[in-house]
């Protein structure tokens, strides 16, 4: 019966760890796209780049929900870095 138990528990701590892992990529890419956007709006006037300047900032706020361990759409990530790799936002 102990067996399970240790065993069961080494799974769900190899389960968690493999979830956070896989965070911490997602986080770095946010921070390229970020400096990516930076860019682009440091070479940029007027509305597009208040556009860019907004896209910005929404990175900057899933960054920070990630970092203190909110939940992020996921597909809310894919369309930011999307956004920022086209020069879209």
Known sequence: MS???IAVSIFALAAAMRVGAAEVPRTQQLRDAHQTLARRADQTK????HLLLLEQQR???MI???EHGARVDPAEIDQALERA?????
């Open 64 to 66: 920070r929900d990630l």
């Open 3 to 5: 067996f399970r138990i």
């Open 46 to 49: 007027g509305g597009p780049r």
């Open 85 to 89: 790799e086209h020069g879209v936002p």
């Open 59 to 61: 990175i900057e706020r």
